[in-house]
């Protein structure tokens, strides 16, 4: 099982598919928990421990993972087949059913909650040419050693050319 949500998660990094790295570990565990009861259904009742160990008179419950030692007993090869055969199911219909609501919800959310320094929203909120006076009215509180660093950084960034001493104009975006 494990094998089955690495190759998952590996080929949701290829496709760069964030719904399908979600969903992967929600099918794992669903599948997980339907081999469960596959296992006790099929016959498959708990040993004793060798070292007298266990939960309630000596026995410990099956793993699909095989366990703590050899302690535990395996899988059967038809269980851990039912466990892949369900998670492969249950992701399917999960990213059918839920995966472009996932993505949209996620774009929102993440343009939504974006951070925007104090300078982001000044070089937004100033007009296409702008000079000194109107960065200092608009931010009466900075230092005017650090409005000149902002300008530093958006000329340094190509976001604006000096037009004259302290005017600059907004470059235009491609």
Not at 149 to 165: F, I, Q, S
Request: glycine share 6%; hydrophobic share 40%.
């Amino acid at each position: 099982m494990l094998t089955w949500v690495n190759q998952k998660a590996d080929e949701a990094r290829e496709k760069q598919d964030r719904a399908m790295d979600t969903f992967r570990k929600r099918a794992a565990v669903i599948g997980f928990r339907c081999a469960v009861v596959f296992q006790l259904l099929e016959g498959a009742s708990p040993k004793p421990s060798p070292k007298g160990e266990g939960l309630q008179n000596g026995t410990e419950l099956p793993s699909l993972q095989g366990g703590a030692g050899g302690r535990l007993h395996h899988e059967s090869k038809a269980s851990l087949d039912f466990a892949i055969l369900i998670a492969d199911y249950a992701l399917k219909y999960q990213l059918e059913l839920f995966g472009e609501q996932l993505l949209q919800v996620q774009t929102v959310v993440a343009s939504e909650t974006g951070y925007k320094s104090r300078n982001k929203r000044l070089f937004d909120d100033l007009p296409d040419e702008f000079d000194f006076n109107m960065m200092q009215q608009m931010r009466p509180d900075a230092r005017s050693s650090a409005l000149r660093e902002a300008v530093y950084d958006w000329r340094r960034k190509k976001l604006v050319v000096c037009v004259e001493k302290n005017k600059w104009r907004k470059a235009v975006e491609n």
